[in-house]
């Protein structure tokens, strides 16, 4: 049995990691500020005798008491409409916070996971991006709080695992979806169902043409609990390579929701990275990763958990 510290745990990923090591058996300390989570994701775990929840803001000294075997840093804000709103927290929480809680993994000799992300990559002058791409961010953007806060954390991961030896693995996640993101997130997936659920037209930014590769979160979570039990040191890709466009995205939305929602375009944030699609190779290689659940039946699934938090 593990003890595993998981920071953001009560967000969308966060909660679906501390399901995934309960269901194992380990104990799960979950630790978030609810910036952007909620205790509504992680109600049932509360009264689980192998799940602790502390709330505290990682970008302050940390303190759990007894061992811990891993530490999964997943707290940051992560919807693009969040971190324009949060733009100094989401600085602290990839730098500061990833220096508090890569300190703790020292302390307690834990080997430690960063969740970095595609962002990294930027808006991609290579495609599909394998992890060797050094990538193409625009540092005084808008995007640039989070990216480079990213960019920042892989940094200081690589230095505390080339300085200290701890023991480190980094993560780099492409768009994923599923039950228990926000409704009111910002983010393509879930502003399409709200909003064609709830009789408002759907938002395209700019002609929809640009293309993201989206990835349904169990198939995420399980590689990343692969990549922790694996020896990796150097950055993975998780994702579905499966690409579509936004427009294409949201017509898919619509068709499995069955309604007559009408499509509006609206205009293209700055630095929307025009397309993204993960180079998988490396997943598929050391972990014998693949993603399994097709765009329809993820959809099919998050669809039916908006319907009930809707009452629709
Ligand atoms: P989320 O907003 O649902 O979850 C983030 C969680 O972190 C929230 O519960 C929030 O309250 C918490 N948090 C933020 N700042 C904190 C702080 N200072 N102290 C304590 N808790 C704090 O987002 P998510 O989609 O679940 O993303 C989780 C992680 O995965 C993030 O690090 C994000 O960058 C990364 N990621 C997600 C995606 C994706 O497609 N979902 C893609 C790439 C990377
Ligand atoms: N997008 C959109 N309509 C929305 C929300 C997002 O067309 O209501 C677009 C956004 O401009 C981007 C893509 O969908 O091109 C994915 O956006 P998201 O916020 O999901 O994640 P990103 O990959 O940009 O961080």
């Known amino acids: 049995m ?3 510290l998981i920071t953001g ?4 990923l966060g909660s679906h990691l501390c399901d995934k090591f309960i269901g194992k058996g380990d104990e799960v300390i979950c630790m978030d500020n609810f910036v952007t989570g909620s205790p509504d994701n992680i109600a049932h775990l509360f009264g689980n005798k192998n799940f602790k929840f502390i709330h505290h803001d990682v970008t302050e000294y940390i303190y759990v008491e007894g061992d811990l075997d891993y530490i999964l840093h997943f707290a940051s804000p992560a919807s693009p409409i969040d971190y324009l709103k ?11 916070g990833t220096h508090k809680t890569l300190g703790l993994a020292k302390a307690k000799n834990a080997r430690f996971l960063i969740a970095s992300t595609s962002e990294t990559y930027g808006d991609p002058l290579i495609h599909p991006q394998p992890e060797t ?13 989070y990216d480079e806060a990213k960019r920042f954390a892989e940094a200081m991961t690589m230095a505390y695992h080339r300085f200290h ?8 996640i492409f768009n994923t979806y599923g039950p228990r993101m926000r409704l009111q997130d910002g ?10 659920l709830s009789g408002q037209d759907v938002t395209v930014y700019g002609d929809g043409s640009q293309t993201r590769s989206v990835c349904y979160v169990d198939d995420l979570i399980e590689g990343i609990y692969r990549l922790l039990m694996s020896d990796e040191v150097y950055p993975v890709n998780i994702g579905n390579p499966d690409e579509i466009t936004m427009l294409d995205l949201a017509k898919e939305v619509i068709s499995i929701i069955g309604n007559d929602a009408k499509i509006i375009f609206e205009d293209l944030p700055a630095d929307d990275p025009k397309i993204r699609q993960p180079d998988t190779t490396k ?11 097709g765009r329809k039946e993820g959809l099919e699934k998050t669809i ?9």
Do not use: C, E, H
């Open 165 to 172: 030896g701890v023991d480190t693995r980094i993560v780099r």
């Open 86 to 96: 949060l733009p100094i927290q989401t600085l602290k929480v990839g730098s500061l």
């Open 9 to 12: 745990g009560a967000g969308f």
């Open 187 to 196: 983010r393509a997936i879930p502003n399409f169902i709200n909003q064609a």
């Open 2 to 4: 593990a003890r595993v």
């Open 133 to 145: 791409y050094w990538g193409n961010v625009n540092p005084v953007g808008m995007r640039g709080v």
């Open 304 to 312: 039916a958990d908006f319907r009930k938090r809707l009452g629709k």
């Open 283 to 293: 997943a598929n290689a050391i972990l014998k990763w693949n993603a399994s659940i």
